[in-house]
């Protein structure tokens, strides 16, 4: 099944960082996410409601990061991989 959305950043290099970031501060909120998102009729309304509100606070916050340039700091040291891995 395709997904819903996906997030697609036109930063070049730096969009695996900011991935990285996004995943996190989502977990931050109790949410695990990736780059797309699969929405099913059986979701509550209200996890909608709190990833939609977790989203807005979180892509305030990369924007900020971004127009700081502090990615590489904020993604941490072997951050900047695709694919799985453990998140600790």
């Known amino acids: 099944m395709p997904s819903s959305p996906k997030l697609n ?6 969009f695996l960082g900011v991935k990285a970031v996004y995943i996190r501060k ?3 909120h ?3 996410v990736s780059s797309a998102f699969y929405l ?5 309304e209200e ?13 305030e ?12 700091e904020k993604t941490g040291n072997n ?4 694919g799985f891995a453990r998140l600790t």
């Not at 099913?40 to 509550?44: F, I, L, S």
């Not at 916050?61 to 590489?72: D, L, P, Y």
């Open 26 to 28: 989502m977990l931050d």
């Open 79 to 82: 951050r900047k991989r695709s």
């Open 30 to 32: 109790g949410l695990l």
């Open 9 to 14: 950043v036109q930063l070049g290099t730096d």
């Open 61 to 72: 916050n990369i924007g900020k990061i971004i127009e700081r340039s502090r990615i590489t």
């Open 40 to 44: 099913m009729y059986v979701q509550k």
């Open 47 to 59: 996890y909608s409601e709190k990833f939609i509100d977790a989203l807005d606070i979180v892509f």
